[in-house]
């Protein structure tokens, strides 16, 4: 009709057609980890070459309802303009959930703030079989599929899903086609059944991984097994898929995704040194940067996250001065004084880390001969060398005193790592007693509580890499 134009609704994208022309065919992935992947720890891992990065988990019902009031604006601060903004893209907005109306009302409402919506269908936590959601929804399959095509015939963005799989290559992959089907545009798949957890975690099946990759078309992400820089490719080329995504792996590492100088590794290569070829930077330098982005910022960062994420980071360096362990456990900032004093509620922080660096010097000089490959033992028990304190380096949970409680569930003999399991001290420091990869915090993820103060309450990361051993970071679990 003359004198009216009808604009045209931009065509929503899915698919590899999403993931290439919006996400930019993204590799590297940082998982969704509850109270730990904040906008601060986004940004910093980004900047360490993190090209895909998910909010902590959102739960859609308390998200919807907004009677909470701090809710929202702990989980996702739409006011100050930074979630979601251009420094924060590409980012996949996680929700919980097991109603598609509380669901759908939480998306719309961040719809305009993100790339596309992730439904976690992982952690596999007890507040989750509380709470019905995460991995304790996978038998109703029904429900799964209104969730998803809920949100995939009314948001304007793709939905996604991360999930865990079945004991059966048979049934994770019906389960994964029937995601495609309800209108899943990426999955992500955590190579561990529900029962792999804490010192249950085991080896990620990649193998089930790459079942689900050739059963699909749409893009897979791999979540499971991810210690060092070198496990990338390996597990990129044992699954086919097309990233890999990193919780804990992540946490106490967020340059996991960088080369070092000396990246190429060939069959020539020591087997210990092919663990050498990523960046492991000064774990202060790392601390200080952290907290310079958290001070910087106008969205607000919980006490809980910032001692999180320094305990992790600084882990093997405060096992040698544990007096400023000590020191760091003690401080408090409570919100109310973060809010008032902004910035300046942090320096306490600061303080203790940058005494640390200072006394750091004094080892890095004295070792200033030697080559990292030489200050690098390989530990007998698991294979992997232990990089010296001061470099951020991957943590391998100790294990139970009981070996028999230390034992996972049958995998196959082609996940990955082989696990070995053997005794483990009861000392704090981290035992490498199994040869299994470090699980990155899932949602549930927790900072275990101990005599130096370190959180204690635990935090549900993303459900991704568990063992190698990969963290429950997914609630933060993945």
């Given at each position: 009709m003359p004198g009216i134009t009808l604009e045209?609704?931009?065509?929503?994208?899915?698919g590899y057609e999403f993931f290439e022309k919006v996400l930019g065919s993204p590799k590297f992935v940082v998982a969704p980890m509850v109270d730990q992947s904040e906008l601060a720890w986004r940004k910093l891992s980004r900047k360490y070459g993190a090209q895909l990065v998910y909010t902590p988990m959102i739960n859609a019902k308390m998200y919807a309802e907004g009677v909470r009031k701090p809710y929202r604006e702990q989980n996702f601060d739409t006011?100050?303009?930074?979630?979601?903004?251009?420094?924060?893209?590409?980012?996949?907005?996680?929700?919980?959930?097991?109603?598609?109306?509380?669901?759908?009302?939480?998306?719309?409402?961040?719809e305009p703030y993100c790339d596309a919506v992730d439904i976690n269908l992982g952690c596999p936590q007890d507040i989750a079989r509380r709470g019905h959601y995460g991995s304790f929804l996978q038998d109703e399959w029904d429900l799964i599929y209104q969730l998803i095509n809920t949100l995939h015939q009314n948001l304007s963005i793709p939905v996604t899903a991360k999930f865990r799989v079945f004991p059966t290559v048979e049934k994770t992959v019906e389960y994964a086609k029937m995601l495609e089907r309800a209108g899943a545009q990426i999955l992500t798949c955590?190579?561990?059944?529900?029962?792999?957890?804490?010192?249950?975690?085991?080896?990620a099946d990649w193998e089930k991984i790459r079942a689900v990759k050739e059963a699909v078309s749409v893009p897979v992400i791999a979540n499971g097994n991810i210690l060092f820089y070198s496990d990338i490719e390996k597990c990129l080329a044992a699954t086919g898929a097309d990233a890999v995504m990193s919780a804990e792996g992540n946490l106490y590492n967020p340059a996991i995704f960088q080369p070092g100088p000396s990246s190429e590794a060939s069959s020539s290569t020591p087997p210990a040194a092919q663990y050498l070829t990523g960046s492991h930077p000064r774990s202060t330098h790392l601390a200080l940067e952290y907290l310079a982005i958290v001070k910087s910022q106008k969205t607000l960062t919980t006490p809980s996250a910032v001692k999180g994420h320094l305990f992790k980071l600084l882990r093997p360096a405060l096992g040698h001065y544990r007096d400023l362990r000590e020191r760091l456990g003690k401080v408090r900032v409570e919100r109310s004084e973060r809010d008032k004093d902004g910035g300046s509620a942090w320096d306490r922080y600061e303080e203790i880390i940058r005494e640390l660096d200072a006394r750091?010097?004094?080892?890095?000089?004295?070792?200033?001969?030697?080559?990292?490959?030489?200050?690098?033992?390989?530990?007998?028990?698991?294979?992997?060398?232990?990089?010296?304190?001061?470099?951020?380096?991957p943590y391998v949970r100790p294990l139970p005193a009981e070996p028999e409680a230390a034992k996972p569930p049958a995998q196959s003999d082609k996940a990955g790592v082989e696990v070995v399991a053997t005794e483990c001290d009861g000392d704090d420091n981290p035992c490498r007693g199994s040869k299994r990869p470090i699980s990155p915090a899932?949602?549930?993820?927790?900072?275990q509580p101990d005599a130096a103060g370190e959180s204690k309450r635990a935090k549900l990361t993303s459900e991704e890499d568990s063992t190698p051993v990969q963290g429950n970071s997914e609630m933060a679990v993945g």
């Open positions: 045209e609704k931009p065509r929503k994208l899915g006011v100050h303009g930074e979630e979601g903004g251009p420094e924060d893209r590409p980012l996949i907005v996680q929700f919980c959930a097991n109603n598609p109306d509380h669901l759908l009302t939480s998306a719309k409402l961040l955590h190579g561990r059944t529900r029962e792999q957890r804490g010192h249950r975690s085991g080896v750091l010097e004094g080892d890095i000089e004295a070792a200033k001969d030697k080559t990292l490959e030489e200050l690098s033992p390989v530990d007998e028990a698991t294979g992997f060398p232990v990089l010296p304190h001061w470099l951020s380096q899932q949602p549930g993820d927790s900072i």
